[in-house]
């Protein structure tokens, strides 16, 4: 059973760049997912995970400014942050 821990974003408020670190005990496909506050899908990313710290660097310039909500979605988890984009 995999299991995810210590999930963070920063920096967050953020303009073009945020970096999602995440503890991973398993190797496994997960899925990144931004959504903005309408719920429609504007970002998504699959990548493999890997035992330890993962850091995925996403690229937010093409976003406007607003409130989103990051999912990471793998076989066992699906958690959620809120992300402010300010440029």
């Known amino acids: 059973v995999e299991s995810l ?3 963070k974003i920063y920096p967050n ?4 760049r ?3 670190e995440f503890e991973s005990n398993a190797s496994n496909q997960a ?3 931004i959504s903005d506050y309408l719920g429609q899908v504007v970002y998504q990313e699959e990548f493999a995970t890997t035992t330890g710290k ?5 690229n937010t310039g093409n976003l ?3 409130i989103y909500f990051v999912r990471l979605v793998t076989k066992e988890n699906d ?3 809120k992300l402010l984009i300010v440029k």
């Open 54 to 58: 993962i850091q995925k660097s996403i």
């Open 79 to 81: 958690n959620g942050i």
């Open 5 to 7: 821990s210590s999930i």
């Open 18 to 20: 945020f970096i999602l």
């Open 13 to 16: 408020p953020n303009s073009n």
């Open 31 to 33: 899925r990144i997912e």
């Open 64 to 66: 406007n400014n607003g």
